[in-house]
């Protein structure tokens, strides 16, 4: 327990307050702020962390300058959602003190994981500091908080630290007011703290060397090799078995940035972001052509680990000095998530051992435990501000404010791109990003993040949401708890989430885009206009459906959905002479000129069908590879002259299809006639809607939403018709927002009159 001598207050009137703090003020260094500020006003009280937040009593004069400060100047890493303030006797206390944690049930919650700030970046390369050089440097203003902790009120007990006895130098730090590791859980230093396996330089000269290497990071093993070596980035995807799926890179700074792509003003201004994410940049060349094969742009990440930075210091030669650290360099990371065959990220070092044996070269582990995995999150800058595509590291577990209370809702996700959300008051948290549940690792982590996140908020779940499909694991697992039961359709939770995170309430005007979801009537749906009304949705429009040949086998064989484009426009004859690399095609067409199997409205496959016709991508080696191509060719969306037809509801781009077909374009221009045709077809649809039902906002989500093109034109589009679109922003729009979209519609179903009959008609 820290004090700092107060002074008397000279005759003013005193006061003492009880405040409650509530947000995210564990782990952010608040404690020591606090401290700091009373003794600034000179404040007698005491500080402490417990299961609702941080509770303070502060007595002195100037106690309301005390509350400015909190609410004006807090520290860098905390967010506060309130200040209670309670006037109480005085006691005449003198001195401040920091007091010890109190249990109980948890309220509050962990900070994210923040990148090493500026400070601790000058002590790493201080050779006078006793951090110099050392990998696991951090203050009271960054280094990793979510990915060590095991539980709340947020104290190094509680987290992977606890097994590192500060040593005495590190005690006075943690224990002096004037020390910005003042109460900092993460301290510490070579002598006590953690120890990594390798030399920075080492692991350096391997890389550039044409190594492949595995290394321990904040949420997880990354496998890391040189970015310019086309060798070892192909050798990569071999020994990783992933086939063209981009890679992100991981490069010293903005300058070095500058050397392989045009990052704009907003994307520099979010790499620098502290959560430091992954963010999609537009490419000038100069990486191997393996780390996005066919791509326009590459996700960059910078430095946001202390090892990091000791990987580019070695690279540059070990310099002294700090004028390094903003100089453009040549070597460029490849930084990719080290998990295997598509499961979940590897953050064990003897399971790294074991899964990464004839993958990586070497595997770098230390002593620090990863408690809580988190993949790098991945953004981009859509339609003038961020956009999550992965949300993870960073960003987790920070919460979604729902507006008001309710009960305490899991809700489980869908399929692909897994994310569960726990409820807790008027919080809704989503997790990281799980992955694609196809697998008992992947199922593993999806149990283990509902038990984490559960535990965590220290919450009993009163009712569970899941998609409306009844194969998928999330939704076996929501079945099992015997709690009651919300089933969302897919398409409107995409809805709901946008409507939960810009707090719009009742009926509201959404359009999903995406790849799947099982629809009411249990079709494939995919490209859907809805009205969402609290707890009810329906379906007012949709794209003109198209012929599904071969099922879940169209997605991954676009070629299949080139016949099934023919068979809309009656012209399967074209189908041998299109697609003579696809032996089946003519078959696939025979079998659909007799009528044969089921049809989807997705916008998806309507993408694959179009990237096909136009001979850009037959076979796909990953998902959405077909559409991320076809949008790659476009320069500027292009008008084209009947494109579409819209009746009663139903957008039809069988005109468009057609042009593809029988004209055949240029891969560019029947890229950029398909991007134009799709804004303005989807513009009229939705103006139409809206007209129709008096709406001004527009949800606009789903996974076709991360197609930028798409997205910014279909935003402007609606702008200049006199709509407000509405962009996913807290949560991705692809299926990774899909949790949230079913917890808000449960609490609504919830909160609704006759709670009772509306779960259990969903059941």
């Given at each position: 327990?820290?004090r700092?001598?107060?002074?008397?207050?000279?005759?003013?009137?005193?006061?003492?307050?009880?405040?409650?703090?509530?947000?995210?003020?564990?782990?952010?260094?608040?404690?020591p702020?606090?401290?700091?500020?009373?003794?600034?006003?000179?404040?007698?009280?005491?500080?402490?962390?417990?299961?609702?937040g941080?509770?303070?009593?502060?007595?002195?004069?100037?106690?309301?300058?005390?509350?400015?400060?909190?609410?004006?100047?807090?520290?860098?890493?905390?967010?506060i959602?309130?200040?209670?303030?309670?006037e109480?006797?005085?006691?005449?206390?003198?001195?401040?003190?920091?007091?010890?944690?109190?249990?109980?049930?948890?309220?509050?919650?962990?900070?994210?994981?923040?990148?090493?700030?500026?400070?601790?970046?000058d002590?790493?390369?201080?050779?006078?500091?006793?951090?110099h050089?050392?990998?696991?440097?951090?203050?009271?203003?960054?280094?990793?908080?979510?990915?060590?902790?095991?539980s709340?009120?947020?104290?190094?007990?509680?987290?992977?630290?606890?097994?590192?006895?500060?040593?005495?130098?590190?005690?006075?730090?943690?224990?002096?007011?004037?020390?910005?590791?003042?109460?900092?859980?993460?301290?510490a230093?070579?002598?006590?703290?953690?120890?990594?396996?390798n030399?920075?330089?080492?692991?350096?000269?391997?890389?550039?060397?044409?190594?492949?290497?595995?290394v321990?990071?904040?949420?997880?093993?990354?496998?890391?090799?040189d970015?310019?070596?086309?060798?070892?980035?192909?050798?990569?995807?071999?020994?990783?078995?992933r086939?063209?799926?981009?890679?992100?890179?991981?490069?010293?700074?903005?300058?070095?940035?500058r050397?392989?792509?045009?990052?704009?003003?907003?994307?520099?201004?979010?790499?620098?972001?502290?959560?430091?994410?992954i963010v999609?940049v537009?490419?000038?060349?100069?990486?191997?052509?393996?780390v996005?094969p066919?791509?326009?742009?590459?996700?960059?990440?910078?430095?946001?680990?202390?090892?990091?930075?000791?990987?580019?210091?070695?690279?540059?030669?070990?310099?002294?000095?700090?004028?390094w650290?903003?100089?453009?360099?040549d070597?460029?990371?490849?930084?990719?998530?080290?998990?295997?065959?598509?499961?979940?990220?590897?953050?064990?070092?003897?399971?790294?051992?074991?899964?990464?044996?004839?993958v990586?070269?070497?595997?770098?582990?230390?002593?620090?435990?990863?408690?809580?995995?988190?993949?790098?999150?991945?953004?981009?800058?859509v339609?003038?501000?961020?956009?999550f595509l992965?949300?993870?590291?960073?960003?987790?577990?920070?919460?979604?404010?729902?507006?008001?209370?309710?009960?305490?809702?899991?809700?489980?996700g869908?399929?692909?791109?897994?994310?569960?959300?726990?409820?807790r008051?008027?919080?809704?948290?989503?997790?990281?990003?799980?992955?694609?549940?196809?697998?008992?690792?992947?199922?593993?982590?999806?149990e283990?993040?509902?038990?984490h996140?559960?535990?965590?908020?220290d919450?009993?779940?009163d009712?569970?949401?899941?998609?409306?499909?009844?194969?998928?694991?999330?939704?076996?697992?929501?079945?099992?708890t015997?709690?009651?039961?919300?089933?969302?359709?897919?398409?409107?939770?995409?809805?709901a989430?946008?409507?939960?995170?810009?707090?719009?309430?009742?009926?509201?005007?959404?359009?999903?885009?995406?790849?799947?979801?099982?629809?009411?009537?249990?079709?494939a749906?995919?490209?859907?206009?809805l009205?969402?009304?609290?707890?009810?949705?329906?379906?007012?429009?949709?794209?003109?459906p198209l012929?599904?040949?071969?099922?879940?086998?169209?997605?991954?064989?676009p070629?299949?959905?080139?016949v099934?484009?023919?068979?809309?426009?009656?012209?399967?004859?074209?189908?041998g002479?299109?697609?003579?690399?696809?032996?089946?095609?003519?078959?696939?067409?025979?079998?659909?000129?007799?009528?044969?199997?089921?049809?989807?409205?997705?916008?998806?496959?309507?993408?694959?069908?179009?990237?096909?016709?136009?001979?850009?991508?037959?076979?796909?080696r990953?998902?959405?590879?077909?559409?991320?191509?076809?949008?790659?060719?476009?320069?500027a969306?292009?008008?084209l002259?009947?494109?579409?037809?819209l009746?009663?509801?139903?957008?039809d781009?069988?005109?468009?299809?057609?042009f593809?077909?029988?004209?055949?374009?240029?891969?560019?221009?029947?890229?950029?006639?398909?991007?134009?045709?799709?804004?303005?077809?989807?513009?009229?649809?939705?103006?139409?809607?809206?007209?129709?039902?008096?709406?001004?906002?527009?949800?606009?989500?789903?996974?076709?939403?991360?197609?930028?093109?798409?997205?910014?034109?279909?935003?402007?589009?609606?702008?200049?018709?006199?709509?407000?679109p509405?962009?996913?922003?807290a949560?991705p729009?692809?299926?990774?927002?899909?949790?949230?979209?079913?917890?808000?519609?449960?609490?609504?179903?919830?909160?609704?009159?006759?709670?009772?009959k509306?779960?259990?008609?969903?059941?």
């Open positions: 327990m820290t700092a001598a107060v002074p008397p207050a000279s005759g003013e009137a005193t006061m003492r307050l009880r405040l409650r703090v509530r947000g995210a003020v564990q782990g952010v260094g608040f404690r702020f606090a401290h700091g500020v009373a003794a600034r006003y000179g404040l007698s009280g005491f500080v402490r962390n417990d299961a609702e941080v509770l303070l009593e502060i007595e002195g004069a100037r106690a309301p300058d005390f509350i400015a400060a909190l609410r004006d100047s807090p520290p860098p890493l905390a967010r959602d309130v200040i209670e303030a309670e109480i006797a005085a006691t005449g206390q003198a001195g401040f003190s920091i007091d010890e944690s109190a249990s109980g049930k948890s309220a509050t919650r962990i900070a994210p994981d923040a990148a090493t700030c500026p400070d601790c970046l002590d790493l390369f201080d050779c006078n500091s006793r951090f050089l050392y990998p696991f440097t951090s203050c009271a203003n960054c280094g990793p908080r979510f990915t060590i902790s095991r709340l009120p947020y104290d190094r007990a509680r987290t992977s630290m606890a097994r590192f006895p500060l040593c005495a130098a590190c005690a006075a730090d943690y224990s002096n007011p004037a020390s910005r590791r003042f109460h900092a859980e993460t301290i230093c070579p002598v006590c703290g953690p120890r990594l396996d030399d920075p330089a080492t692991l350096v000269e391997m890389l550039k060397g044409g190594a492949i290497i595995a321990k990071g904040i949420g997880g093993y990354h496998l890391m090799c970015a310019r070596n086309e060798q070892a980035v192909a050798e990569l995807r071999r020994r990783k078995e086939d063209a799926k981009p890679f992100a890179v991981m490069a010293a700074n903005i300058a070095s940035v050397l392989f792509a045009e990052p704009t003003d907003a994307e520099c201004d979010l790499l620098r972001h502290r959560a430091s994410p999609l537009r490419s000038t060349g100069g990486l191997a052509e393996s996005a066919g791509l326009r742009r590459v996700g960059v990440v910078l430095p946001y680990a202390p090892l990091h930075h000791l990987l580019f210091h070695a690279a540059a030669g070990a310099p002294a000095g700090a004028d650290r903003e100089g453009a360099q070597f460029v990371i490849v930084a990719t998530s080290a998990n295997p065959g598509g499961e979940p990220l590897v953050v064990e070092d003897d399971d790294a051992r074991r899964r990464l044996r004839g990586a070269d070497l595997v770098v582990g230390h002593d620090r435990a990863i408690v809580v995995r988190a993949d790098d999150s991945v953004m981009a800058v339609d003038h501000a961020p956009a992965r949300r993870a590291r960073g960003f987790v577990p920070e919460p979604i404010d729902l507006g008001g209370d309710g009960p305490c809702v899991v809700a489980v869908a399929h692909l791109k897994s994310t569960v959300t726990v409820t008051g008027r919080e809704a948290f989503v997790s990281q990003h799980i992955g694609d549940l196809d697998d008992g690792e992947t199922i593993r982590f999806f283990e993040t509902i038990r996140l559960v535990s965590a908020l919450v009993t779940p009712v569970a949401a899941c998609d409306l499909h009844p194969d998928f694991f999330s939704t076996r697992y929501a079945v099992e015997g709690l009651p039961m919300m089933r969302v359709q897919h398409h409107a939770a995409h809805v989430a946008i409507a939960a995170e810009h707090g719009l309430r009742g009926p509201l005007l959404g359009v999903a885009l995406d790849g799947y979801g099982m629809g009411d009537d249990g079709g749906w995919g490209g859907e206009l009205s969402l009304d609290g707890a009810s949705w329906a379906r007012i429009g949709h794209l003109a012929a599904l040949p071969g099922g879940d086998r169209a997605a991954r064989e070629w299949r959905m080139g099934a484009a023919l068979a809309a426009i009656g012209r399967l004859d074209l189908a002479g299109l697609f003579p690399e696809a032996p089946l095609a003519i078959k696939v067409a025979e079998s659909l000129r007799r009528g044969a199997g089921a049809r989807t409205t997705s916008m998806g496959r309507l993408f694959d069908a179009a990237a096909a016709l136009a001979g850009v991508c037959l076979n796909q990953y998902e959405g590879q077909a559409a991320m191509a076809f949008e790659a060719l476009v320069s969306p292009r008008r002259e009947g494109g579409f037809r009746t009663e509801g139903v957008l781009f069988s005109p468009l299809l057609a593809l077909a029988t004209e055949r374009p240029g891969a560019r221009e029947s890229a950029e006639l398909f991007h134009g045709a799709l804004i303005e077809g989807c513009a009229d649809w939705i103006a139409s809607a809206a007209r129709a039902g008096g709406h001004e906002y527009v949800a606009l989500g789903g996974g076709c939403m991360m197609n930028r093109i798409l997205a910014e034109g279909l935003a402007g589009a609606l702008r200049e018709r006199g709509l407000t509405m962009l996913a922003r949560a729009c692809n299926d990774g927002g899909i949790s949230l979209g079913q917890a808000a519609i449960a609490r609504t179903a919830w909160d609704s009159a006759d709670q009772e509306e779960i259990a008609a969903c059941v």
